[in-house]
């Protein structure tokens, strides 16, 4: 693991390179957390390790299609107008065409393709629904919520902890995979009895337990 930018050590030498320019533009901490914690999340659901490391490199990558979204809108202060909203919502596959041409693994295409799509179907890009979106995609779905809801960003204030839990509860069955959702929150739960009990530290070596 690079100690730096966090490069899994199962990362050819492209790879790298890819996951170097992708951390070291913008801001780097969504797309890490993301990984830790779709990582957790799939080691808690049993997954072997390569499928673990497959989530891991999918969370890193889920957002890659916002580069070609533009700043202008990725960090608008307002609301965004209908044709920004539209623009946003091609980063998905935007992407996953990026990994495909590149020759990445088709589990980890599909999964930066299928982020956004909810367990109803109301999702995007393809209206997915249910046990038709792929489980790697589910898990970022929930991991890529909770960390967006808490986190700071220019159009709005974090969420609390408990707030952002609410809503992945009531999100359970319509945008999220109740399955995913009730194995996450026992990923936090524990994340969150070692941070106060043990420090930051402890319960971050937890959730990287899981490349182990």
Known sequence: MNPV??????????????????????????????????????????LSRKDRELVYLAGFFHDLGKAAVGREVLLKPGPLTADEWERIKEHPVQGAGVLASAGWPPEVVRAVRHHHEDYRGSGYPDGLR???????????????????????????????????????????????????????????????????????????????????
Request: with cysteine; proline share 6%; hydrophobic share 40%.
């Open 5 to 46: 930018l966090e490069i899994p050590d199962f990362c050819d030498t492209a790879a790298e390179e890819v996951l170097r320019k992708t951390l070291t533009t913008k801001c780097p901490w969504h797309p890490l957390r993301v990984a830790r914690w779709g990582l957790a999340c799939a080691g808690k659901m049993g």
């Open 130 to 212: 249910g046990e038709e979106i792929p489980l790697f995609a589910k898990i970022l779905r929930v991991a890529d919520a909770y960390d967006a809801m808490t986190s700071k960003r220019p159009y709005k204030k974090p969420y609390s902890h408990r707030r952002a839990v609410f809503e992945l509860v009531n999100g359970a069955g319509r945008e999220f995979d109740p399955e995913v959702v009730k194995t996450f929150l026992e990923v936090l739960r524990l994340s969150d009895s070692l941070y106060h009990r043990c420090g930051p530290k402890t319960a971050e070596a937890y959730l990287k337990s899981f490349l182990a």
